[in-house]
């Protein structure tokens, strides 16, 4: 069974274990203080109660920021991904939010055309951005309102 909830802060752990295992981007310190952000909110994709995915956006005014999105590798390529990109469109347009933003390492190949499924496209970039040197990709997504 397939579900989405939303996280809270208690399950700073089950947060920090599976970006260790991923893509080892934040501290538990900072983990901790997603939570704290006003707005952030931090959903998580779950298998049967096992959470296999983190999204994490903060919503400012009319927009939304995805600042973290992973799917545990062992359950990639099988649509899970996709699944909770559509869940957070839906409530962003239902929240009549009018785009998504977020960014992504031009290294990371899959990610940016999983994105680019979604219809985000690249408004900016930051150059020599993360540590390998890499450019951060600014993507933007426009949003149907209802």
């Known amino acids: 069974m397939i579900s989405i909830k939303q996280i809270n802060e208690k399950d700073i752990d089950l947060c920090y274990e599976l970006d260790s295992k991923t893509m080892s981007l934040w501290s538990k310190k900072q983990w901790a203080n997603e939570f704290k952000k006003e707005g952030t909110k931090i959903l998580g994709l779950l298998v049967k109660n096992f959470v296999i995915g983190i999204c994490v956006f903060q919503v400012v005014l009319d927009e939304a920021q995805i600042n973290y999105f992973v799917i545990n590798q062992k359950f990639r390529k099988k649509g899970f991904g996709s699944y909770l990109m559509l869940y957070l469109i ?5 929240l009549s939010l009018k785009k998504l933003l977020l960014e992504v390492s031009q290294s990371n190949v899959s990610a940016e055309r999983f994105y ?3 219809d985000f496209s690249t408004v900016g970039v930051r150059k020599n951005y993360y540590k390998d040197g890499s450019h951060a990709l600014l ?8």
């Open 116 to 118: 680019t499924r979604f």
């Open 90 to 94: 839906k409530n962003c347009e239902k």
């Open 139 to 146: 993507k933007e997504k426009k949003l149907t309102t209802k």
